[in-house]
């Protein structure tokens, strides 16, 4: 109205040309690595322990066939090849970074450090990743109580259950229960490269995302 | 709240195909509304006559990259998880190829063929019919192309990354692009393009 010689049309390119000037000036947005945390739910979460998945849990949900979650192996890629949870897609925590996880799913992490694991866990919170667990106890926990549990000779009646759970769980993931002659004293025998486990799992694999879009 | 919503999990996908379905409406009204559902239209701009398809495009093109921009440069979006279809040059060559054959011999694009047969076209019918039968020989033949399809893949690929340039210049440059488009169709219609008395 103030400058009634401008047609719309070039007033809107005007616009368009300024606005990309600001961008060129700007440069990369989604590239900022800078985040910001909330330390109240930080702190929430880290002495409630509501952010970690006991292996047991775990295991039973990749034995239903769940596909709700992906589960993250932060090891280095021998120790991934050598053995890991059925399932689970071998990322380092500076991959964490890409993007490339689906924030509406759920995210486990676990690696055989416990340290590096609760350290990239922190990295997902800041990347505002809304539900980031990460398996209790890791690598460790899941081999001394899914592959190898250690069963007691004489078990109590009211134990049974329990300890044939542990045992069906135990031949699912292709372990084998330590008996209490041998177990703590003893390595398990087994090479961790040769354990197979039939899972059907439908966790998705690395390299071929859904295809979504037009 | 961050976009985009689906991604970060406010609504299911239930939700999600409800959305597309109110957007998907309200694209093709905007497509029809800008005189996309007339062949003669389309076609016009292969022969500069009017140039309204590709400033429309230019202008989608132009506001929806700005949008996108400034929302993640203010933290609202997380352009990461948009979504990209992955790169397969060979075979996307051959396929843009082959659309635009399709475009220029039937008048639409499979986006405007639709606006065209909801509006009762006949030959908007007729091209959504091809469509169809396209589709369905696409997918019978499938196990024979399947090598082909798949060849040359290169990922998520932006521009951004194959030229090793920041956001800002690509998003500059598209704009600069755009508005020399623009100069170049208005000058185009004016040499080439129907007279205003009109012929059409």
């Known amino acids: 109205m103030s400058c009634p010689i401008i047609s719309i049309n070039k007033r809107l390119a005007l616009l368009a040309f300024v606005l990309g000037l600001i961008a060129l000036i700007l440069g990369d947005p989604s590239r900022a690595t800078r985040a910001t945390i909330d330390t109240k739910e930080i702190a929430g979460k880290i002495s409630s322990a509501d952010s970690k998945i006991k292996v047991e849990v775990l295991a039973d949900w990749i034995i239903q066939g769940k596909a709700d979650f992906t589960i993250i192996d932060l090891s280095d890629e021998k120790s991934y090849n050598n053995y890991h949870i059925p399932g689970s897609l071998n990322l380092q925590p500076s991959e964490l970074q890409s993007g490339r996880l689906m924030r509406n799913s759920k995210i486990l992490l676990y690696s055989d450090d416990n340290i590096k694991t609760a350290q990239s866990w922190l990295l997902l919170k800041a990347m505002k990743y809304p539900s980031v667990y990460f398996v209790d106890g890791g690598m460790e926990s899941w081999k001394s109580k899914i592959l190898f549990p250690a069963i007691p000779d004489s078990i109590n009646p009211e134990d049974i259950a329990k300890y044939l759970r542990m045992k069906e769980m135990c031949s699912f993931f292709g372990g084998a229960p330590q008996m209490s002659g041998n177990a703590g004293s003893e390595k398990p025998k087994f090479e961790m490269s040769k354990i197979t486990a039939p899972v059907q799992s439908s966790i998705p694999k690395k390299g071929k995302p859904k295809r979504e879009g037009c | ?200």
Do not use: H
């Not at chain 2, 499938?142 to 990922?155: K, L, R, V």
């Not at chain 2, 500059?172 to 080439?192: D, N, S």
């Open chain 2, 1 to 200: 709240m961050i976009a985009p919503f689906f991604k970060f999990g406010f609504f299911g996908e239930e939700m999600g195909l409800v959305f597309a379905f109110i957007i998907g409406i309200g694209f093709g009204f905007f497509l029809e509304k800008a005189g996309f559902g007339t062949a003669k239209k389309l076609a016009a701009q292969f022969y500069f006559k009017d140039m309204t398809v590709l400033k429309v495009m230019f202008t989608a093109i132009v506001t929806a990259m700005l949008g996108i921009y400034f929302l993640t440069a203010f933290g609202i979006m997380d352009l990461s998880l948009i979504n990209v279809v992955e790169t397969n040059l060979a075979p996307q060559i051959v396929g843009g190829l082959l659309l635009g054959f399709g475009f220029v011999i039937g008048g639409y694009c499979p986006g405007t063929s639709v606006v065209a047969c909801s509006t009762g076209k006949i030959d908007g019918v007729l091209y959504v019919v091809g469509v169809f039968i396209g589709i369905f020989i696409f997918g019978e033949t499938f196990p024979i192309i399947e090598g082909f399809f798949n060849a040359t893949p290169m990922g998520r690929l932006l521009l951004p990354d194959a030229f090793g340039i920041s956001y800002g210049i690509l998003v500059f440059a598209v704009v600069v692009m755009a508005l020399g488009a623009f100069a170049a169709a208005e000058w185009a219609e004016k040499k080439f393009g129907y007279k205003k008395e009109g012929t059409l």
